[in-house]
C-alpha cells in the first residue's frame, strides 16, 4: 500500500504542452504506471484556455476534483464539475475547454504506444520499464 499525498503530485508535475493550441500548457504528473504497462494513472492542473483532442487506441475516465471544463464535439456538449467523473472512448474527437483553474485526475487504459512515449517526452526520460 502507498499513500500519493498532494505534495508528492504537485512537487513531480511537469508541463504539457498542447499542439492544437501552441499558447496553452497545463501541468501533469504521471504517478502510477501498472507493471503490465497496460493503465496509468496521472494528476492534471489546467489553467483557464482550451486546446483539442483526438482520442486513438484507448479510453480515459476523469475526476474533477476542482474546477469546470466542457468538452464539445460535432454531436455533444458535457460540462463536468468538481465531483463528476466523466468517461472519454476510443475515437472521440473534441475541444476542452477549461472555464476556470481545473485539477482533475484520470486513469488511461490500455496505455498505447504513443500516451507512453508522449508520458515519456514530458520527463525528458524513459519512464516505463
Not at 512537487?11 to 501552441?22: A, F, L, T
Request: aromatic share 16%.
Amino acid at each position: 500500500m502507498e499513500v500519493i499525498d498532494r505534495d508528492m503530485l504537485v512537487k513531480e508535475m511537469v508541463d504539457h504542452p498542447y499542439e492544437s493550441n501552441p499558447d496553452y500548457t497545463a501541468k501533469v504528473n504521471i504517478f502510477y504506471y501498472s507493471p503490465d504497462r497496460k493503465f496509468t494513472a496521472a494528476y492534471w492542473e489546467a489553467p483557464v484556455g482550451w486546446f483539442d483532442a483526438v482520442v486513438n487506441g484507448f479510453n480515459e475516465i476523469d475526476y474533477v476534483i476542482e474546477g469546470e471544463m466542457e468538452l464539445v464535439s460535432e454531436e455533444k456538449r458535457l460540462i463536468a464539475k468538481a465531483g463528476d467523473c466523466f468517461l472519454i472512448k476510443d475515437g472521440d474527437r473534441f475541444r476542452w475547454k477549461l472555464n476556470k483553474f481545473t485539477k482533475v485526475v484520470f486513469f488511461i487504459y490500455p496505455l498505447t504506444k504513443e500516451i507512453e512515449d508522449l508520458c515519456e517526452s514530458f520527463y525528458k526520460k524513459k519512464i516505463c520499464q
